[in-house]
């Protein structure tokens, strides 16, 4: 099945403890995003990925690092988490970017 | 930076009524506009986008670059389009999200 698949979906960890997000696609697709939602702001990207080890940030990337080593995998790092970063987190890829955005189920991300 | 503005949170309506959905953009060149839909426990997904100029779900979305607005409408709401809908816009590499709308429809 085609998809965008995320882990962890759910995370309460600790001020500054480094963690990782993944997101994999099984699409071949060439563009790949990471969004954050929260109540009343939307969807706000994060980093984007034309294709591998091509990468750009987005509105919100403070905090945030990301790689793209491989086609398929583009993992969210927070290397020192803080609590303005606990949010719902989304990754979604397309074909291109102008292409229809397949979005995963999301992480929620709670920072203590 | 653009901006996609949705200034309604939650749109209540009756099924039958008509329902439509604002969004306003700041992107001044010629813009690439979409509108995405999570339905409850479902992922978000595309529901139209502004150069298939198609009816999806009897959904419609016009562009209208005079008022830089690109609502979305629908003349007879049904229950199974309660949702969060949230409009987009694409500049360069960018794809900025408002802030979406809830849509109840309401029995």
Known sequence: EAQVTQNPRYLITVTGKKLTVTCSQNMNHEYMSWYRQD???GLRQIYY??????TDKGDVPEGYKVSRKEKRNFPLILESPSPNQTSLYFCASSLSRTGELFFGEGSRLTVL | AQRVTQPEKLLSVFKGAPVELKCNYSYSGSPELFWYVQYS??????????????????FTADLNKGETSFHLKKPFAQEEDSAMYYCASL?????????????????
Not at chain 2, 93 to 106: I, M, S, Y
Request: hydrophobic share 35%; no cysteine.
């Open chain 1, 39 to 41: 109540p009343g702001l």
């Open chain 1, 49 to 54: 990925s034309m294709n591998v080890e091509v």
């Open chain 2, 41 to 58: 426990r479902q992922r978000l997904q595309l529901l139209l986008r502004h150069i298939s100029r198609e009816s999806i779900k009897g």
């Open chain 2, 91 to 107: 500049s360069g590499n960018k794809l900025t999200f408002g802030g979406g709308t809830r849509v109840l429809v309401k029995p």
